[in-house]
């Protein structure tokens, strides 16, 4: 599952994240500073960590979803770059601890969202890094996850696609964890720790294969990230006529 949340203002200092280009593809924009982040739910701070720049990422309390009053669903909880993305790649590590006084059942949800457009609609992929370590294989399977929003959270593509949309993957919390998402049309491929074949293969992204917008980090209840090396590639448009 995911998280929710109000909004709080985004404070980026001057983190260099470079959104950087492989051959044969174009850059989404520059180099993503403060100025270029967008905010929903979320804080975004540019900090040091383990001795390195990274950015941090935390919601405040008063967001987390509380079970006993409200249907818990996953929320667009993002920091983003409002740049033109549709087909290409998302390349970043990120790391995941729990807040102070985190729901029981946070599981240190952690992701990206992408093809972010003005109303807040986007397709995501996420881990929930505390689940990959238990002793329950149900549990187990649900480490890795795609959703969309808004309409499609987890909770529904569970109920109405019994293990399409998640999957197992050998990750830990406070561990920088590698991630990789190659989107082409309808489909989304999620590589994790530079794995050679995908963790979750999604063919119908439910936003369509034309869908463009931003791309950017996604938490949800609990959950304090850390995001670096931020790597956005889009893939090249064939000339008109070509």
């Not at 790391?95 to 599981?107: F, V």
């Not at 187990?140 to 949309?165: G, K």
């Not at 369509?208 to 209840?221: H, K, M, N």
Request: net charge neutral; hydrophobic share 40%.
């Amino acid at each position: 599952m995911a998280g929710h949340g109000k909004h709080a203002p985004l404070i980026a200092l001057g983190l260099a994240a470079a959104l950087t280009t492989n051959a044969g593809a174009a850059t989404c924009a520059g180099t993503a500073d403060s100025a270029h982040f967008k905010l929903a739910g979320v804080s975004l701070v540019n900090t040091d960590y383990l001795g390195e720049p990274v950015l941090k990422m935390d919601m405040p309390p008063s967001s987390f979803q509380d079970p006993a009053t409200e249907t818990l669903t996953d929320r667009a909880m993002l920091a983003w770059l409002p740049c033109d993305f549709g087909d290409g790649t998302i390349e970043l590590d990120l790391l995941s601890t729990l807040a102070p006084g985190a729901p029981a059942y946070a599981r240190g949800f952690i992701g990206v969202g992408f093809r972010i457009d003005a109303q807040l609609q986007f397709e995501g992929l996420y881990l929930r890094p505390v689940n990959s370590r238990v002793d329950d294989q149900v549990r187990r399977n649900h480490t890795a996850q795609y959703f969309s929003y808004p309409d499609h959270d987890f909770a529904r593509l569970r109920r109405e696609a019994p293990e399409t949309y998640e999957s197992y993957v050998d990750v830990a919390m406070q561990t920088w964890i590698h991630v990789k998402i190659d989107v082409r049309g309808s489909a989304a491929r999620l590589y994790v720790n530079r794995a050679s074949q995908p963790t979750l293969i999604v063919t119908d992204l439910k936003r369509g294969a034309q869908a463009r917008g931003g791309v950017g980090f996604w938490i949800e209840s609990g959950t304090v990230a850390y995001f670096k090396n931020l790597q956005i590639a889009r893939a090249q448009q064939p000339a008109a006529g070509g």
